[in-house]
């Protein structure tokens, strides 16, 4: 590939302006008898002189720092420079320059459903570069727009393989056979955001290459329920989670019966029948239970006038 430093370009381009202008000069000289003579073949030396300074000049290009120049002859590839400054190559060569500078896409919410068929919003961040600068000129028309349709097409893709809530989607396979097993093996779109993410950025990698991009980086930067079930689902979560707190409290209650139960009977040698002890772990899981203050009633014998 001839490419070279673009100062020696510039140097040896001012080299023949000056020589044309001085050769055009020199065209126009005195004759013998004091009057004015033209000569034709110093003149068109003159003018080869200007060509080869305005394809010297044609030759020069600048690359910025993470800038790439694809070159082409006639429509055939010839290489790429990367090197930073000012560059000269051959005068027929067409210059394309390419930045390969890191960038980001941020595309819009999308709605799309998700493992269950619950309609959802997505949206996500990706941050790309390309790094193949041949590939993003021949084999993209335009390799910024297909960034952005790839991350869409993409993020429906993730966002149908996986529920938005991994509790949801149990509660679904109990009901469906055949989700179960999936169910059961996937990640949730709301807990599982590392999981999601990379999985997310593997599959832009791969769809991408075609088009010399590479993905460094990209998160899901909105997550919720589609409008017109976000209301019925913020119910269902707050459902969950009192049943989930009233597991855990009751789990945590029989436990305590257990041990006052065992330390009492160690501590007094008192056994008490079924009936009492019965009695005694339902008064206790009342008062532990119960999320309200209980008041004690003190069972004081038959008072006999």
Same mark, same amino acid.
């Given at each position: 590939?001839?490419?070279g430093?673009?100062?020696?370009?510039?140097?040896?381009?001012?080299?023949f302006?000056?020589?044309?202008?001085?050769?055009?000069?020199?065209a126009f000289?005195?004759?013998?008898?004091?009057?004015?003579?033209?000569s034709f073949?110093?003149?068109?030396g003159?003018l080869g002189c200007?060509v080869?300074? $305005?394809l010297?000049?044609?030759s020069i290009?600048?690359l910025?720092?993470?800038e790439?120049?694809v070159l082409?002859?006639?429509g055939s590839?010839?290489?790429?420079?990367?090197?930073?400054g000012?560059?000269?190559t051959?005068?027929? =060569?067409?210059?394309?320059k390419?930045?390969q500078r890191?960038?980001?896409?941020e595309?819009e919410?999308?709605?799309v459903?998700d493992l269950?068929g619950?309609?959802?919003e997505i949206?996500?961040?990706v941050?790309?570069?390309?790094n193949?600068c041949?590939k993003?000129i =021949?084999q993209?028309n335009n390799?910024?727009d =297909?960034v952005?349709?790839?991350?869409?097409?993409?993020?429906?893709h993730i966002a149908g393989?996986h529920?938005?809530?991994f509790?949801?989607?149990a509660a679904?396979a109990?009901r469906d056979e055949?989700?179960r097993?999936?169910?059961a093996?996937?990640?949730s779109l709301?807990?599982?955001g590392?999981?999601?993410?990379n999985e997310l950025?593997?599959e832009?990698r791969e769809r991408?290459? $075609?088009?010399g991009?590479?993905?460094?980086e990209?998160?899901?930067?909105?997550?919720?329920?589609?409008?017109e079930?976000?209301?019925?689902?913020?119910?269902?979560?707050?459902a969950s989670a009192?049943i989930a707190?009233r597991?855990?409290?009751?789990?945590?209650?029989?436990?305590?019966?257990?041990?006052a139960?065992e330390?009492?009977t160690?501590?007094?040698?008192i056994?008490?029948?079924?009936e009492?002890?019965?009695?005694?772990?339902s008064?206790?899981?009342? $008062?532990?239970?119960s999320d309200?203050?209980a008041?004690?009633?003190?069972?004081?014998?038959t008072?006999?006038?």
């Amino acid at each position: 590939m001839l490419v070279g430093s673009g100062y020696v370009a510039v140097l040896l381009a001012l080299v023949f302006f000056v020589l044309a202008g001085w050769t055009l000069y020199d065209a126009f000289s005195n004759d013998a008898h004091g009057g004015l003579h033209f000569s034709f073949a110093t003149a068109l030396g003159a003018l080869g002189c200007f060509v080869i300074a $305005v394809l010297f000049t044609a030759s020069i290009y600048s690359l910025q720092p993470n800038e790439s120049a694809v070159l082409t002859l006639f429509g055939s590839y010839v290489g790429t420079d990367s090197t930073p400054g000012l560059r000269a190559t051959v005068p027929f =060569f067409k210059v394309q320059k390419v930045s390969q500078r890191v960038r980001y896409h941020e595309g819009e919410k999308l709605k799309v459903n998700d493992l269950i068929g619950n309609p959802i919003e997505i949206g996500a961040v990706v941050v790309w570069r390309v790094n193949d600068c041949a590939k993003a000129i =021949f084999q993209i028309n335009n390799y910024v727009d =297909f960034v952005g349709a790839q991350t869409e097409s993409a993020l429906r893709h993730i966002a149908g393989r996986h529920p938005y809530d991994f509790d949801e989607a149990a509660a679904h396979a109990s009901r469906d056979e055949d989700t179960r097993s999936a169910a059961a093996r996937t990640l949730s779109l709301r807990e599982s955001g590392d999981q999601v993410t990379n999985e997310l950025i593997a599959e832009l990698r791969e769809r991408l290459e $075609v088009a010399g991009v590479t993905i460094d980086e990209a998160w899901i930067n909105h997550l919720a329920y589609a409008p017109e079930i976000a209301p019925v689902m913020l119910r269902r979560q707050q459902a969950s989670a009192v049943i989930a707190a009233r597991k855990l409290v009751v789990s945590g209650a029989v436990d305590i019966v257990k041990d006052a139960l065992e330390k009492l009977t160690a501590a007094t040698d008192i056994e008490l029948d079924p009936e009492r002890k019965a009695a005694m772990v339902s008064n206790l899981l009342v $008062v532990l239970v119960s999320d309200k203050d209980a008041t004690p009633v003190v069972n004081t014998g038959t008072l006999y006038a």
